[in-house]
């Protein structure tokens, strides 16, 4: 028996699931209350991008709620799925935990407890196209990874058992406190709407300047994690095994752990806490292509970020002129596909 | 030149001393049985030696090279190691198990190559593990397990092999086949093996150079007729044994003598 050649296979799905991924994008830009034709979506980008230019056939306002309304949009909701499931990946690698996802070391309650702070906070600032909520929320993920790695420490090693354990007791203490002061105060209260969105999550990209910053991180994160991932099969090991065959463990765990909570915190920063997505994305791919990080990396950037641009799609639309909570739409789209999945062929499902 | 080198080596966790001043020397293509009671240090004296520990005093030098200094890759490529008990998460297929001995070859831009793949089928086939490709790991039986996990650390292409209880969990046709392939590994291909034992008879019969330890020190060193003899293995054991020679082989072996109760308790139901 011969062992497959797995480069030519993994361009193969690579190129399939980015054709996937700008099919999307193209459809999900089409798509919103005042519609475009397809084919203008597609001729104004193209003029945008490419020298050779289209006649307009169509009104300059839809060429401006194209650019730079929906385009923007649908980019941001691509990013947060490309860094929620890559993050995911590197999370449930790390930790050789099938149930890891990327808010398991206390991202999500540090996050939340930023993101409502900084509605209290009285000041209001802006930062190249971030306000206060996006910019503490981001703060507030990677100081208390920080915290938990920190707390976790003993001698040199951060055991995993300790990190989650330590990730759950202070993401637990984070999450009572954020609860306290939406009760204390009198300004939250009439504001729960605001709090209660970030926590299940939206994208909420209102320009360029926010893509501008996140895409960067999001995409050296994902890029960082691709190069390292050979490192992160290794893991699988066990981290004495994982040493065994020549890898750092605590550099590469400081590492990957840094990668994943940067991911998560710069997706979190412009769509709040959107759930399923860092969990379901991994599993769902992991069952099709097995458990490789060299090509389950950029295929869970590719496939969450789709996934993520038709549930924004679905949450802006479903309900229109309301739009509902994007992490609504992952969970209901995503449990069933998960459980297609789980129960295919009637083999029993192996973590 | 020795593969191993070992000077007054000492290694203790934190609630106490594990190895006491341990001197070992090894030379290339030899094959060391290591055996002793359960807790004598066995286990710490491989992971010292693979630098997954560090000795708080002493020397450890692989193939002349300090192996404190090393780094972790440059060490994964002089010291291989198969652990006694290993799970792995995921579905992982055998050759993406057997793949992942190649982690020390790889570089970020430079993760999967034809050398690799070729590494990896001829290890496979070395071991007889190829009619294995494409099943799942964790579907295999303990014997094929421990094949593949021996594949993969063949795999990492290093001149010193180390095995801790590599039979453990195996009945005793799959104990035999290990070791078979162990010692045809060190009579074909130089590889220095150096494999901790639980089975004295085994160990008897495959190695041709016995350590046994106790309470951190290695009490016993040579062939196996030296270091199996009733009053070494009752010191270190604290059992009463009898050695007798093999019949066959010549190699001794060791047979349990019951305590005297407990003797007489069969004697009298044998006779009812």
Known sequence: MRIPSGRRRHIGIILLLLLALIGCLAVATAIGSVSVPFGDVLKICWNKLLPFDFGPTWRTVDETIILDVRLPRVIGGALVGAGLATAGVLLQGLLRNPMADPYIIGTSAGSALGATAAMLLPISMAFLGFGMVPMLAFAGALSTVFLVYYLARVGGRT?????????????????????LIITISDSLHSRFSSVYGFLM????????????????????????????SFRLNAFALGEEGAAHVGVEVERNKALFLALGSVLTA?????????????????????????????????ACALAGAAFLVIADTLARTVASPRELPVGIITALIGAPVFLYLLRRGGKEYSL | MSAIEMKRVCFSYSNGLVLRDVELSVRKGEMVGLIGPNGAGKTTLIRVISGILNARQGEVKLDGLDAGRLKRNALAREVAVVPQQFNIPFAYKVEEVVMLGRTPFMKPFRDSSEMD??????????????????RYFGELSGGERQKVVLAMALAQETGLLLLDEPTAHLDISHQVEMLELLAEMNAKRGLTIISAMHDLNLASAYFRRLVLMKEGAIVADGPPERVLTSSTIAAAYSVSVHIQPHPLTGVPQVVVLPSTAAAERLRHHSVA
């Open chain 1, 201 to 228: 999550g939206g994208v909420s990209v209102s320009g360029w300047g926010q893509i501008a910053v996140t895409a960067p991180i999001i995409l050296v994160g994902i890029m960082l994690a691709r190069l390292w």
């Open chain 1, 266 to 298: 710069a997706a979190v920063s412009i769509s709040g806490l959107i759930g399923f997505v860092g969990l379901v994305i991994p599993h769902a791919l992991r069952l099709v292509l097995g458990p490789d990080h060299r090509i389950m990396i950029p």
């Open chain 1, 159 to 179: 055991p995993i058992v300790s990190m989650l354990l330590a990730g759950f007791v202070v993401s637990a203490m984070l999450t009572a406190f954020m609860f």
């Open chain 2, 117 to 134: 793949r070729g590494v990896i089928m001829q290890t496979m086939d070395r071991v007889g593990v190829r009619q294995l490709v494409g």
